[in-house]
């Protein structure tokens, strides 16, 4: 089945403990991307990347990373969490043409005390 | 810097009737991509609709069509025959390299 696995679908932490967000996709795509949705602002993109070791940064980057040493995955790394990075979080990839639409993960939803 | 505004937080509409959610868009750029996307509680994301920008034929998905006037930056979403299927949030949502979302409309469909 053609998918987008984000993992972990729920986590709560503490400020300052480093946490990876993995997605992974299954379809070949070379577009993938992380969102973090909030009430009221809708889905804001933090990184992009357009192929295997191309990153770039999207409208809230601060306080994130990213890599793609592969093309199936982009895992979201965030050093040092704090409570304003509380949200929820979706990963999506899509072919790299601006007119392909983006297949979404399940989200995760993310905690930081 | 590009830009989505959907101005409608919230709408409502009677079953079987027929709805247009607003969304406005700036940019500078020629090629890009225009889409709209449902979120139903379950908070998947759903493709609705796409519009080539360079295309001035509206495009039509069903029950769902869309009014896309590029000089005005305008791009909204007429859903006809409404369901109580479609009770969703939807978004706006500009491509060119980035992807730029509206803030959201929340749909609610009245039996």
């Known amino acids: 089945e053609a998918q987008v696995t984000q993992n972990p679908r729920y986590l709560i932490t503490v400020t300052g403990k480093k946490l990876t967000v993995t997605c992974s996709q299954n379809m070949n795509h070379e577009y993938m991307s992380w969102y973090r949705q909030d009430p009221g602002l809708g889905l804001r993109q933090i990184y992009y990347?357009?192929?295997?070791?191309?990153?770039d940064k999207g409208d809230v980057p601060e306080g994130y990373k990213v890599s793609r040493k592969e093309k199936r995955n982009f895992p979201l790394i965030l050093e040092s969490p704090s409570p304003n990075q509380t949200s929820l979080y979706f990963c999506a990839s899509s072919f790299s043409g601006r007119g392909q639409p983006q297949h979404f993960g399940d989200g995760t939803r993310l905690s930081i005390l | 810097a590009q830009t989505v505004t959907q101005s409608q937080p919230e709408m409502s509409v009677q079953e079987a009737e027929t709805v247009t959610l607003s969304c406005t868009y700036d940019t500078s750029e020629s090629d890009y991509y225009l889409f709209w996307y449902k979120q139903p509680p379950s908070r998947q994301m759903i493709l609705v609709i796409r519009q080539e920008a360079y295309k001035q034929q509206n495009a039509t998905e069903n029950r769902f069509s869309v009014n896309f006037q590029k000089a005005a930056k305008s791009f909204s979403l007429k859903i006809s025959d409404s369901q109580l299927g479609d009770a969703a949030m939807y978004f706006c949502?500009?491509?060119?390299?980035?992807?730029?979302f509206g803030k959201g409309t929340r749909l609610h469909i009245l039996p």
């Open positions: 990347s357009m192929n295997v070791e191309v990153t």
């Open positions: 949502a500009y491509r060119d390299d980035k992807i730029i």
